[in-house]
């Protein structure tokens, strides 16, 4: 499994930035995808997930009013539109894949992010004030 992300870089705050994460090496519809963020010196947390089998999508709501998670299933590929940046954005984002148990697992992996099983290796988004 390789999950290929792209899209980070530096922006002033409420600009914006759009992540894109592909996939490869699994059947999409039986996995959430989601992206997880890093601050130095902070836990992990997960923002938000998508599953495209019964199209559900989960956010934190430290962004839920700001980004939006979207996906082009023909080609394995899950976005992060990332608008109104704030400098409590800066992170090194991360594109993760779990297991699709129920419609409802999307939400489990923001609330518990370490339990996604596959990772990208990340793209840094820092954003100036």
């Known amino acids: 499994v390789q999950l290929v992300e792209s899209g980070g870089g530096l922006v002033q705050a409420g600009g914006s930035l759009r992540l894109s994460c592909t996939a490869s090496?699994?059947?999409?519809?039986?996995?959430?995808i989601g992206w997880v963020r890093q601050a130095p010196g902070k836990e992990r947390e997960g923002i938000a997930s998508?599953?495209?089998?019964?199209?559900?999508?989960y956010y934190a709501e430290s962004v839920e009013a700001r980004f939006t998670i979207s996906s082009d299933d023909g080609k394995n590929t899950v976005y992060l539109q990332m608008n109104n940046l704030k400098p409590e954005d800066t992170a090194d984002y991360f594109c993760?894949?779990?297991?699709?148990?129920?419609?409802?697992?999307?939400?489990?992996?923001?609330?518990?992010?370490?339990?996604?099983?596959?990772w990208g290796q990340g793209t840094q988004v820092t954003v100036s004030s």
């Open positions: 090496g699994l059947t999409f519809d039986d996995y959430v």
């Open positions: 998508y599953s495209s089998n019964g199209g559900n999508i």
């Open positions: 993760a894949a779990g297991p699709r148990f129920t419609a409802y697992s999307g939400r489990v992996y923001i609330s518990n992010p370490d339990q996604f099983t596959y």
